[in-house]
């Protein structure tokens, strides 16, 4: 009945409604805000009802009509748009940081490190820090002196001269074009396709998310 009276508004043109999404901590594509304050603009009849969680769950069963999320977790079976131009991560520090403990000159030099963790839950294993060597992949189980699920911790933290900390560096990117983080590793870090807006594929779309579909596509950012 839902799917109908969708589809009877947007015969009508009529864009309306709650348009709930689910967005990762890590995608500043949409979490910088300009994306979703001009969707505003354009339908101000829509009210969006965003989450920002890293907890992975079926956004269908969870009353989501979308969500962003990296390519290489979204499902095979939902309909993938991109928000973001490729991305890539950064093993980044302070300044005082390196003077004091030297640069890492490959991941494994890691060990004996200071390093500043991430996990998305209490029960979570920290993150692994992913890298790329020669064309293979690999993940660096570092045992972080700090570990956190709040990235503005994580960045104060590196900026405070704590650790080496790892992450997407958009993130960081502030703080590098200042100078108060300076970016070590570089050779390991390629870039990878970046973020997605991914849906379910229906045979009546709302209406809002059509809409917001179709602002995503206009706003595509240009691959690297």
């Known amino acids: 009945m839902r799917a109908a009276l969708d589809g009877a508004r947007a015969h009508r043109a009529?864009?309306?409604?709650?348009?709930?999404?689910?967005?990762?901590?890590?995608?500043?594509?949409?979490?910088?805000?300009?994306?979703?304050?001009?969707?505003?603009l354009a339908c101000p009849d829509v009210q969006l009802d965003v989450l920002v969680t890293d907890e992975e769950f079926d956004i269908v069963a969870h009353?989501?009509?979308?969500?962003?999320?990296?390519?290489?977790?979204?499902?095979?079976?939902?309909?993938?748009?991109?928000?973001?131009?490729?991305?890539?991560?950064?093993?980044v520090c302070a300044p005082s940081y390196l003077a004091r403990a030297g640069a890492p000159s490959h991941p494994r030099d890691l060990a004996s490190h200071?390093?500043?963790?991430?996990?998305?839950?209490?029960?979570?294993?920290?993150?692994?820090?992913?890298?790329?060597?020669?064309?293979?992949?690999?993940?660096?189980?570092?045992?972080?002196?700090?570990?956190?699920?709040?990235?503005?911790l994580m960045v104060k933290l590196a900026r405070a001269g704590a650790g080496i900390t790892f992450g997407m560096e958009d993130t960081f990117r502030p703080d590098l074009e200042s100078g108060a983080l300076v970016s070590v590793l570089d050779a390991y870090c390629p870039p990878f396709p970046g973020f997605f807006l991914y849906y379910p594929s229906r045979r009546n779309m709302p209406s809002r998310l059509r809409a917001f579909v179709d602002h995503v596509r206009r706003h595509r950012p240009e691959r690297s």
């Open 14 to 40: 009529e864009v309306r409604g709650q348009l709930r999404l689910a967005v990762s901590s890590i995608a500043e594509s949409i979490l910088s805000g300009t994306l979703l304050a001009e969707f505003c």
């Open 63 to 91: 009353g989501f009509d979308a969500g962003v999320r990296l390519g290489e977790v979204i499902e095979q079976d939902m309909i993938a748009v991109p928000v973001s131009a490729d991305q890539r991560q950064a093993a």
């Open 114 to 152: 200071r390093c500043i963790g991430w996990r998305p839950a209490p029960r979570a294993a920290p993150y692994r820090w992913e890298f790329t060597d020669d064309g293979r992949d690999f993940a660096v189980a570092v045992e972080p002196e700090v570990t956190t699920n709040d990235m503005h």
